[in-house]
């Protein structure tokens, strides 16, 4: 009997030492992550910061690493296996008109292979095993991506699959994790009527935009103008060339182009082309030539039918000739021959080829594999004049070529080109003459007019478009003027602002005062800190507007193959940890949280939070629990700081306002000039800090071995 | 039968003094005391700004102990905004030099890497009261010999819905340190990580905190991008409590202060230079990078250990939080193990007779 009790005295003296010692093992972490960013990312950092401090409460330890942008990038893109368990960054570019995936979250997707691993069997195996998951296969998931991405039916089809998608992607994928999306923020006097901030100056003045009773009146310019500071322009007006934005903004509005798209949502109005219609069928011409034939993969033909009355005007008035379909086709030509120098080119690539009609007006866009993309590609092309710079050119030393036939000389340096590029002819709703070069140089200052011989296209010239269109589908595009509810502001007859006004000043910190004082009427408040910002809210004379952009949220980005991060109910356990509201505050509460996969630009059509992962720490310790891990009470460590390769690492954008400590060698505060600059020109980069991707790009590349 | 059932208590507590005193085991490489005979801090550090964010500023609503602000906040984790200014300059062999601003909550060391003297942080801060110091680390040499110089600053930030005043507890630390410096580590800027541990505690004793640290490459002096002609330099040692942040010495008894349950009552802080870079890699002027190990102890009233409370702080016991693990957690197995084996002994016993 004493046995008996000594035995069982034994036991329970030792399970009570175990138990104490598994209470206190529960105290140990379950499992340690790395979190990487870009260093110098003030608000990412912020974010790593923050996780780092919440993870420990399940069990999560974390150490961070925040590497120079080149090298975090390649850690995303090329190293395998992740060195890291979460990767913050956020992604600009892709599709504009509707929402599309295939290069994120499709396995064979150039982000979904490379920085997801979607494709890698370890995954695809893992998958339909986890049971957080719920059993669904990547190859569900690709086909699902795959349908939205084919298909052009936008406000039918492809919304319901993207719907789909985005409760998939929340309650059973959630390869990442958004956070706060990106937005802009800049400043107009007050009074501008019909003003849309989303649509932009120019969009708006399109749109009937003018100076109402309610402008102040130490506004300094007239009621028919705009004002707007440019740092510095180039002396290149050709539209092909120009690549720098000051450049480009003030050339919006002089070239003729298929259409014009909102900047709400990219939907597209009539401009030069008056109707618009787009086909899809199963029947495409067979990409090798040696085969011939068809094949059977979607296959998209686009045909515009252009005004009759718009013409190429010189400067000075004089009238060059009518714009025409060889424009639009020249224009198209001259961006893919091989020997061209055009930025950008790659984007035509995968347009086989353009075919025109005179008698119609008609131009014919044909393409293989067709996406949402190609509307914007080739409706949104700057069109030159096919008869000023589509025959023989000629060199000052009198080589003559053709441009689109030869293939050795640069047909930029002929004579026609070069007159073209200091004064072109232009055809838009708007008309600059630079004919004299001082005018254009720092401290000078530049008038952009309307133009009296636009003909404004106030709505589409479609009554019969659903005979060309039979399925019904395809109409879309044309609901926007055959819409009755479209306000009638949205069809001026003509332009009510008749000029825009552009003082070119380099210094950046006299754009504050030459807005304060009326002389321009736009600012970005956020460049001069978050009292001008405050002051310019509460300023009556100033309106402060908050616009979207089309970059996404900053996503964590999760290693699905680390042993811990591949199950989604950890996933999700760390989402749950994200208080949104908290991070807010980091960038002055002024973003929207991204609650799906969608960016919140889509919010008029396709974006829906109703899937979205509220902070929720009961939540998290469940779906931590349910994994098997424990969690404890109280956070069994401290964060641990990492920083690696500080070697010549220096964080620029904690900057305020830049100031030097000591004298500054003269290359670094030119480079520190130029900075200030663009941070300022840009202010909702500098204030988001995307870090461009370029998915753009990047899907091309994708698709080339599928489109052939 | 009386003798056996003594058995099983006497290997159980002998496995846990086993336990216990192998984790307090501490291997010292070499003894050097650190002289810091000359230090003087030219480098400035202030905050300008508290808050939520910059649209949404705090004021100091109390100036005891320390600058307090109240974040009125009922979200279990709240960010806090900090607006800093870092001035002042040294130099080192007649090079101008900034210092490497950092910041430490709550003995959590967070580096920083700027060229500018102002920028701003956001720090993520529980429900509670925090103690935040600000410090701006240097080097300053005099007839060849190199010793870190700073500044530092601290505040009080208290989260929650109603602001609590705040008292402090005073207790004893007592503590010794040993520096060495191993030569052979070099230096190599990849491998000079900041979480390294170069503290270990090894003995709790009552009120006092007794332990010992071993700082393995104490640091250097020399340019980043060309890692050789190293000066190594010892590092500094501070101490982080609720009533701030100070430098200490390498040995001795220091008054920490706490501000109630878990919240850490010492935090020993050493901080150890890792060369100094210049331009371009570092733009201009240059700057001192430094490294960072912390320990800390804080009260606790978790069953598993004693309290720290204001009336009893003498029988307060601190558990490390990092590095070492908890050596009650190497428990398990032994205990286990003993438990079963002494019950196997005692079956057979059992079934001899």
Redesign the interface.
Known sequence: M??RV??I???L???T??L??????S??ANFTIVIETN?GN?RRE?YA??L???LPYLGINV?LRFLPFSQFVGDLLFVSPKPYGIGIVGFVGGSVIAPDFYDLYHSQGFFGDLIYQLSSEEWQSWLPNDPGSGGITQREVDNLIGNMTNSLDLLGERKQLTLQFQQMFMEQLLYDYPLLAPIGIFSIWHGLENFDPEEGTFGSAYLGAYWGNENPSDRQNNASTIAVRLASITGNFDPLQVADSETKQLLEGLFPQLLMFSKKDYSPHPFLAKQFNWTTWYNAPNPDPMVGGTIDIPYGRMDFWINDDWVWRYPNGTVFGPVTVDDVKFSFDLRTVPHTLINGKSAYQYIDHVETNATEGRVSVFVSLPRVDDIITFGDMDIVPYGLLGGDLHFANGTTINALNDTIYNPFETEEWNAFENNPVQSGPYYIDFSDVNQYKLGEYIYKWANPDFTFPNEWDSPNFDLRSPEAEDAYFFAWADDPNTAEHEKPTKMTINQFYYPIVWDFNAELSLFEAGEVDLTSPTAF???E??AQINDPRFDVHIVSTTATADLLIFNLLDPNLKKYNVRRAIAHMV?K???N?????LQDPQDSPVKPFFKNNYYSDQWKIP?D?EAAKSFMRQEGYAVP??PP????????????????S????????????P??VQSEVAETSMIQSNAWIFLAGIVILPVRMKKKSVFKEKRK | MTIFSKYPLIIILSLVALMVTSAGVNVFVRHEPISRSQLTSELNVKVIEIGRSELDLLQPISETPLPTYFLNSSRMFTILYLNMNFMGTTTVDGIQMIGQPTIIMDGVVYPIRSRYNKFRMFLTLTQGTHIISLVNMGISSSAGLYVPIFSHTSFIVQVGSYFETISLSSFQTAYQLNATYDPNQGFNSNLAHLDKAFIQPSVIDGNYTVFNATLEGTGFVGYLPANDSFTPIPSAIFLQTADGIRNISTSGIEETKSFGENIPIANFISMYPIGFDSPPYSGNPNMTFFGADVVSFRGQTNGSVVSVTETTPTTSATIPEEPSTPSSLNLELPIVFGSVIMALVLLIRRNKK
């Open positions: 004493k046995i000594i035995l005295i034994i036991v003296l030792g399970s030492f175990a104490l010692n598994s209470n206190a093992q105290q140990e260093l003030a912020a910061y923050y780092a401090t919440v150490e800190g978050a009292n910002l405050q208080d509201e908290s991070l505050y980091i960038i002055m509460n902070f720490y009470d109280n460590t401290l964060p641990i700081f990492s920083s690696v390769d500080m070697m010549g690492v220096m964080d620029d904690l900057q305020l306002d830049g100031l030097y400590n000591a004298p500054a060698q290359e670094i």
